[in-house]
């Protein structure tokens, strides 16, 4: 034992846990910021991160090309039919985009058409995704600099929830995603206005889907309800869409049921997104 | 310079190219391409070796430096694994000094018991805090320690090619 504390053992050890201590202490004193070691290390670790997204994705297109080409032609044929089928619906189309426009009019939000959205938004690209098995967490090429604070909800271009900034540096963030065990947003079921919680959840993670609970009276949730943010508890703002109930469990006492959530957004494809800074004035 | 410093200078290159090398794969293309359904961990492998063949306090600043970019490459403050590998690298240092003897077994004990206790810091929030089952978190506790065990040996390999540079 006597060994084992020589003096540059404990200088190495020491060295560790200052880290360790200006880690914790810068965190906690900017509250939320990105801690010493995201500081530092951004101007070199960014460029390198945006580099080899942009690598690994030309090289998964490549590998596309070159080893699914048979489920190209394939989908290539779906898609001629579904042209075809798009032709005869568009018949309906001035129907359909009325009554869209009245629907997302009394929702409060038109997801599809940036210009109306009630928020102010910046656009950012995924850099790179954790590499933890045990948490669901993403970089975002934007940060501070671009007016993006702790807190703020990210959203698909079809406004679906994707996730919160939990740690922001001067030109990156980290989102937590809403599959993440440590997300919690206030939600409301469309259509019979239940509210209640949806939160990440351990048991449910390898699935990428969210567990529903606290809710108001479990007998009007029925599967296929949308679930919407109800802009209560935590930041996000209300009428963004998280998902959609999947199935209805049983909790592990027995006496109570939970939701599943399918997430609207699929998390292993999304890559370019959109941060809401601001809700527009007036 | 000296034949030791030209050395020194020689290890510190080789070992920040392999940790960068294992930074890229490790947080930056297998988190996107997971093997058994789990993120694998190469970068405890480097202060593994590190500590084995250089002993505690090389293995030490080894595991820091792997700590520091397994932090980042988690997208979580620089705490948990920066303490954790420099704890790591102490140790199999200390435990190879002493009581193991240099080689591959020392290293495939000590690599499997980093691999165990990486789990284990990362799960004991989730199973105290977190409401996760302890089948859930064991399953994938067992599918990350399968898939980052495939990266064990050529780590080994790789360290002793570089003791045997410097």
């Given at each position: 034992m006597k060994d084992l504390i020589s003096k540059k053992g404990i200088i190495v050890a020491a060295v560790a846990i200052v880290i360790a201590l200006i880690a914790a202490v810068t965190m906690a004193v900017s509250g939320g910021n990105a801690d010493f070691g995201r500081v530092i290390s951004e101007p070199v670790f960014k460029p390198l991160r945006s580099a080899m997204n942009g690598l690994v994705g030309t090289l998964e297109d490549i590998y596309g090309y070159i080893y699914r080409y048979d489920t190209v032609v394939a989908e290539n044929a779906q898609l001629k039919e579904r042209i075809a089928e798009l032709e005869r619906d568009s018949r309906d189309y001035t129907e359909i985009v009325e009554e869209n426009d009245r629907l997302r009019s009394l929702l409060g939000f038109a997801m599809r058409d940036f210009d109306t959205l009630p928020y102010e938004m910046k656009d950012v690209t995924i850099i790179s995704w954790t590499a933890s098995n045990f948490s669901s967490s993403f970089t975002i090429n934007r940060g501070a600099s671009s007016g993006i604070e702790v807190g703020d909800s990210v959203i698909t271009a079809e406004g679906y929830l994707v996730g919160v900034v939990t740690e922001v540096g001067s030109t990156s963030s980290t989102v937590v995603s809403i599959i993440d065990t440590t997300m919690s947003v206030g939600a409301i079921l469309s259509g019979t206005d239940e509210t209640g919680i949806v939160e990440g959840d351990f048991n449910l993670f390898k699935e990428s889907r969210l567990k529903l609970d606290y809710i108001d009276n479990a007998a009007n949730v029925f599967i296929g309800d949308s679930v919407l943010t109800s802009g209560r508890g935590g930041n996000s703002p209300a009428g963004l869409i998280i998902g959609t109930v999947e199935s209805i469990r049983e909790d592990s006492t027995g006496h109570g049921s939970f939701a599943v959530v399918k997430p609207a957004a699929d998390l292993s494809s999304v890559s370019n997104l959109y941060v809401i800074t601001d809700i527009k004035a007036g | 310079?000296?034949?030791?410093?030209?050395?020194?200078?020689?290890?510190?290159?080789?070992?920040?190219?392999?940790?960068?090398?294992?930074?890229?794969?490790?947080?930056?293309?297998?988190?996107?391409?997971?093997?058994?359904?789990?993120?694998?961990?190469?970068?405890?492998?480097?202060?593994?070796?590190?500590?084995?063949?250089?002993?505690?306090?090389?293995?030490?600043?080894?595991?820091?430096?792997?700590?520091?970019?397994?932090?980042?490459?988690?997208?979580?403050?620089?705490?948990?694994?920066?303490?954790?590998?420099?704890?790591?690298?102490?140790?199999?240092?200390?435990?190879?000094?002493?009581?193991?003897?240099?080689?591959?077994?020392?290293?495939?004990?000590?690599?499997?018991?980093?691999?165990?206790?990486?789990?284990?810091?990362?799960?004991?929030?989730?199973?105290?805090?977190?409401g996760a089952s302890a089948s859930a978190v064991l399953g994938v506790g067992l599918r990350q320690t399968a898939a980052s065990a495939l990266f064990a040996i050529p780590v080994y390999y790789i360290v002793l090619g570089i003791s045997k540079l410097v």
């Open positions: - | 310079m000296t034949e030791s410093r030209k050395k020194a200078a020689a290890r510190i290159l080789l070992f920040s190219a392999l940790l960068l090398f294992s930074y890229i794969l490790q947080g930056l293309i297998l988190n996107r391409h997971p093997i058994f359904g789990a993120k694998p961990l190469i970068l405890p492998f480097i202060a593994v070796g590190a500590a084995v063949f250089f002993g505690r306090v090389k293995g030490g600043v080894v595991g820091i430096a792997a700590g520091f970019l397994m932090d980042l490459a988690y997208n979580q403050p620089t705490i948990m694994f920066t303490l954790t590998l420099a704890f790591i690298g102490l140790m199999v240092g200390y435990l190879v000094e002493t009581v193991l003897v240099k080689g591959l077994f020392a290293y495939a004990v000590s690599a499997l018991a980093a691999l165990l206790i990486c789990f284990a810091v990362e799960a004991v929030g989730y199973l105290i805090a977190g």
